[in-house]
């Protein structure tokens, strides 16, 4: 193992720098949330109350894993550029789909 690697968890990281740690634990944090409030607003009726609310979380939690991604793809852009195209795609389909609900296009 590389000197400049730091395990949290058993899982290898490659840094010690506390910020890269920092928004590592941000992104894994939003993901995790992203992960929870999208399974509940699948399962949820779509119906004004629940599914929209936990949708708008899903969003703004998928916005903070875009902007993390980015960040952590940047400090390692030759590993991690792949990681970057993921984030943005997936933001993009959420922004979609956010904006395709609010402005009410036919289904």
Do not use: N, Q
């Not at 890269?20 to 999208?38: P, R, S, Y």
């Not at 949708?55 to 852009?77: E, M, P």
């Amino acid at each position: 193992m590389p000197a400049e690697t730091t395990v949290v968890l058993g899982i290898e990281v490659p840094s010690t720098d506390p910020v890269f740690l920092a928004i590592v634990a941000m992104h894994i944090a939003a993901g995790l949330i992203c992960v929870v409030v999208g399974a509940i607003g699948m399962l949820s009726p779509k119906r004004p109350g629940r599914h929209p609310l936990v949708g708008t979380i899903y969003y703004w939690c998928l916005s903070a894993v875009c902007v993390s991604a980015t960040a952590l793809s940047v400090a390692r852009w030759v590993d991690d550029y792949h990681l970057f195209i993921l984030g943005v795609l997936s933001f993009a389909t959420a922004a979609l789909g956010r904006t395709a609900r609010r402005r009410c296009w036919p289904e």
